[in-house]
């Protein structure tokens, strides 16, 4: 196994290597690592929910009526009406018909992807797109096409010389390292034109964006039956997991289909209980989408263009090389705020950053505390 310590020293000398912060408590807008606390913008937890008492409280009595552990894979017999009344209420809170519960974002794409591509389809993805769908897209031995960043024209040139029997445009709404938006309407309106599916990972954009956090679909306020969308529920949702949501038989389909849905344990049945109450929150107090977009608008205006364009509350600070990046994120740690250096692979080479990720549970205070440390 020395290759391994030759491997590793390699990613440490190039300024790459990763480490885990340790948490001592609960995910939030603070927490404690190595007995300090610190002000933390490292989390997706958007909307301030993961540690919220409702969900806590939810999660337990559901495990105190459905134990800890699913037990079994969805199929053979871990599912429980817990799971049919979460699946159910994810599919209407989208404006779905039906969807299907994952036990992560990660799976779900590796899952739908490869069940409904195969060797003569041909997947259109963004350059940007997240690691589990470019690991989804060579799993399924689809053709993949990979286009300029939300450049639609580049997709259009790629759709029109197709000839495969099935097309499927893939995107993240909301792109993870960036925070932009991608163009859903126009990436629809193509797919109708190329008679091909939308596949959309909503991942950042679930519980954030449109008027009671249904996501992207009801932020561009479109519907399709040609859109496969997912959501994960471990990021503004607060609990762990993520749905596939579409008309007509999709669900049903997956079922038979999705591997990553036959061959695993369900997710615990306390999970989907604390979606429930995590939905509830997430349609009703809009007060915490408020703030946050508030959140946004400050730093953007007290930062102006040292930041990423972005309207969404991925706010990256661009440090460019690796060494720069993980020196600011140092320095910031040493005045108490938690901000991850983003480094390749995660994004190209050269535009290594800050990813700061704002949530509803920060206050006006620290927003502007942080705006001054990063002046
Ligand atoms: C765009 C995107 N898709 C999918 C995932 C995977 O979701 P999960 O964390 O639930 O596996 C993530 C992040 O984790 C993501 O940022």
């Known amino acids: 196994m020395d290759f391994l310590a030759a491997e590793i020293s390699g990613i440490e000398s190039a300024g790459l290597l990763r480490n885990r912060r340790v948490l001592e408590g609960p995910q939030g807008a603070r927490v404690r690592v190595d007995g300090l606390d610190y002000v933390s913008y490292c989390s997706n937890d958007y909307l301030g929910l993961a540690a919220h008492p409702k969900l806590v409280e939810a999660a337990i009595s559901a495990a105190q009526k459905y134990g800890v552990g699913a037990g079994a894979s969805h199929l053979l017999c871990g599912h429980t009406d817990a799971h049919e009344k979460a699946e159910s209420a994810l599919a209407d809170f989208v404006g779905l018909a039906s969807a299907l519960l994952f036990s992560t974002g990660y799976m779900a794409n590796l ?8 060797r003569q389809d041909e ?9 589990s769908l470019n690991d989804a897209a060579q799993l399924s031995r689809a053709r993949m096409s990979r286009y300029r960043h939300l450049d639609l024209e580049d997709l259009e040139s790629r759709l029109a010389a ?5 097309k499927i445009v893939v995107s993240d709404s909301v792109f993870s390292m ?7 309407p126009q990436l629809l309106e193509l797919c109708e034109r190329h008679d091909a599916l939308l596949f959309l990972d909503d991942a950042h954009g679930f519980g954030v964006l449109g008027g009671h956090g249904g996501g992207i679909l009801s932020h561009f306020g479109i519907s399709s039956p040609r859109i496969v969308y997912m959501g994960t529920l471990g990021k503004a949702a607060g609990v762990a997991g993520a749905f596939v949501a579409g008309s007509g038989n999709l669900a049903q389909y997956l079922v038979q289909k999705a591997k990553t849905y036959v061959y695993t344990t369900a997710q615990p049945a306390m999970l989907a209980e604390a979606i429930l109450a995590s939905l509830e929150i997430i349609g009703e107090e809009s007060w915490r989408r408020a703030r946050l977009n508030s959140h946004v608008a400050t730093l953007k ?3 102006g263009n040292r ?5 969404t509350p991925i706010q990256p600070y661009l440090a460019g090389e690796n060494q720069a990046a993980l020196e600011m994120s140092s320095r910031l740690r040493e005045r108490g705020i938690l901000i991850p250096a983003i480094r390749p692979p995660t994004v190209p080479a050269g535009t290594a950053r800050l990813r700061i ?19």
């Open 111 to 118: 899952g739908v992807i490869t069940a409904l591509a195969k």
């Open 123 to 131: 997947l259109f993805c963004d350059r940007l797109n997240h690691a």
């Open 162 to 166: 197709s000839v495969a029997r099935r």
């Open 178 to 184: 960036d925070g932009d938006i991608a163009p859903v």
């Open 301 to 303: 205006s007290a930062l």
């Open 307 to 311: 930041l990423m364009p972005s309207d």
């Open 357 to 375: 990720s704002l949530s509803a549970a920060h206050g006006e205070e620290e927003i502007a505390d942080l705006a001054a440390a990063l002046q």
